[in-house]
């Protein structure tokens, strides 16, 4: 079995400037691995393996990419991880993540089951209305939420987990990093099925909301992060600058 492969998910070829950042550092970067294009069936991305032509393509049902939900079930099936089999390990890596440094089968050495940029008690999205009693109640169930946007998860594990889990339910209805964190009380019996990082451990991997704190609590730059461009983008200019790109 080979070790792991890079997914970059597309939804259209007319990338933005950060977009075209992300990928140009994610072929450069973790380039010695298989770099594999998930798309609509529909989509022509030969202007993007043209310019990139280690990239390989992997075309999925239009349906899939047309929203947010449509990804969700996406990265929720069987039908997705069965695709790459032959990978014992499958990076995710959207074009709103950036990655830092290859130390990607070194994460997968590790053993975890997945792993992504972690939301926890020192390390949260601000909220701007407060939360109700049965959100304070869940708080004290939750496991960290770990962002499905850069995460590494290992193929056979996310199987086991979405076949014993349709056993019971016939689908996960919110997004699919949620699920594969086991974030939700709900999913507790479940939480054998999965081996998962503490949130300390998980900054070491990658950091997405608040990334001068979450660089700070370990006092060392991640393998990458996501959503790099939404979150402190005055954070990230000068690490971008050192790389030679200019935002």
């Not at 899939?64 to 014992?88: H, K, M, T």
């Not at 890596?93 to 950036?98: E, G, K, N, P, T």
């Not at 594990?157 to 709900?186: I, M, Q, T």
């Amino acid at each position: 079995m080979k070790p792991a492969a890079v997914i970059i998910p597309v939804y259209q070829t007319s990338l933005n400037a950060y977009e075209d950042i992300s990928l140009r550092q994610c072929v450069q970067v973790l380039g010695g691995h298989p770099l594999i294009l998930v798309k609509p069936a529909h989509l022509s991305v030969d202007s993007l393996t043209n310019t990139h032509p280690a990239l390989q393509v992997e075309s999925f049902a239009d349906a899939f990419f047309e929203s947010i939900q449509g990804y969700n079930r996406l990265l929720c099936s069987d039908q997705f991880y069965a695709r790459f089999a032959d990978y014992e390990y499958i990076l995710i890596c959207q074009l709103d993540a950036f990655v830092l440094r290859d130390e990607l089968l070194d994460w997968c050495r590790r053993g975890y089951d997945y792993i992504g940029a972690p939301q926890f008690a020192d390390i949260r999205a601000v909220r701007t209305k407060p939360r109700n009693l049965r959100e304070v109640v869940s708080l004290v169930f939750q496991l960290p939420l770990l962002n499905g946007g850069l995460s590494l998860r290992r193929v056979a594990a996310c199987r086991r987990l979405l076949r014993v889990y349709h056993r019971f339910f016939k689908s996960w209805p919110g997004n699919e990093d949620s699920f594969f964190s086991l974030h939700y009380p709900r999913l507790l019996p479940f939480r054998s099925l999965m081996r998962l990082p503490s949130a300390r451990e998980a900054l070491l991997f990658a950091v997405e909301v608040n990334p001068a704190q979450s660089v700070l609590l370990n006092d060392q730059l991640p393998m990458g992060a996501h959503a790099w461009e939404k979150y402190d983008l005055a954070f990230w200019r000068p690490l971008l600058a050192e790389r030679g790109y200019t935002i």
